[in-house]
T-cell receptor, first 111, second 113 residues
Framework: AQSVSQHNHHVILSEAASLELGCNYS??????LFWYVQYPGQHLQLLLK??????LVKGIKGFEAEFIKSKFSFNLRKPSVQWSDTAEYFC?????????FGTGTRLQVFP | DTAVSQTPKYLVTQMGNDKSIKCEQN?????MYWYKQDSKKFLKIMFS???????INETVPNRFSPKSPDKAHLNLHINSLELGDSAVYFC????????????FGPGTRLTVT
């Protein structure tokens, strides 16, 4: 079945460590790709998005993501995480008039 | 100032009851959505409306009935609540098309006992 996969379910890091969260999708053709973040007790917010052009996309709060078409991937990265980055991170694909979310990755950052 | 608002924030009710969740957006968007987030944080679209017209109904039981009185409002009515309906329900809105960011409401935590 077509899907969006996030292989890292739970990631634990110390502050200043580098972060990479994986996202793979199985839809062919043109896709629009998103990363959303959900801080504890809050609603989802957009981190970044990719539609076309430069496959390296920069978002808010120092996050970036790279679209690799041949690998059907859109991994999220941050060179140095902070305690305030503790949250749930969701990759999503826009396809056939709807946003399809991955299962999410819980990130815990310890001081 | 709130872009997408939902009421109530928490809803605790017994099986078999009927309840409604309201959503309003002040962003001028034409499209609104309802999502269900289960206990494992998995988010799945339930419905989308464009300018008061139903666009997507993701095989949701017909106990769930969305209603859009105008393009700024999308309410969700649930009949005969079941234990499995316990979840967080998020409303969202966007401009038309996949190129646009969806703005999410704060969520409504529904607990069915």
């Amino acid at each position: 079945a077509q899907s969006v996969s996030q292989h890292n379910h739970h990631v634990i890091l110390s502050e200043a460590a580098s972060l990479e969260l994986g996202c793979n999708y199985s839809y062919g053709g043109t896709v629009n790709l998103f990363w959303y973040v959900q801080y504890p007790g809050q609603h989802l917010q957009l981190l970044l998005k990719y539609f076309s052009g430069d496959p390296l996309v920069k978002g808010i709060k120092g996050f970036e993501a790279e679209f690799i078409k041949s690998k059907f991937s859109f991994n999220l990265r941050k060179p140095s995480v902070q305690w305030s980055d503790t949250a749930e991170y969701f990759c999503a694909v826009w396809k056939t008039d709807k946003l399809i979310f991955g299962t999410g990755t819980r990130l815990q950052v310890f001081p | 100032d709130t872009a997408v608002s939902q009421t109530p924030k928490y809803l605790v009710t017994q099986m078999g009851n009927d309840k409604s969740i309201k959503c309003e957006q002040n962003l001028g968007h034409d499209t609104m959505y309802w999502y269900k987030q289960d206990s494992k944080k998995f988010l799945k679209i339930m419905f989308s409306y464009n300018n008061k017209e139903l666009i997507i109904n993701e095989t949701v039981p017909n106990r769930f009935s969305p209603k859009s009185p105008d393009k700024a409002h999308l309410n969700l009515h649930i009949n005969s609540l079941e234990l499995g309906d316990s979840a967080v329900y998020f409303c969202a809105s966007s401009q038309v098309g996949g190129a646009y960011e969806q703005y999410f409401g704060p969520g409504t935590r529904l607990t069915v006992t």
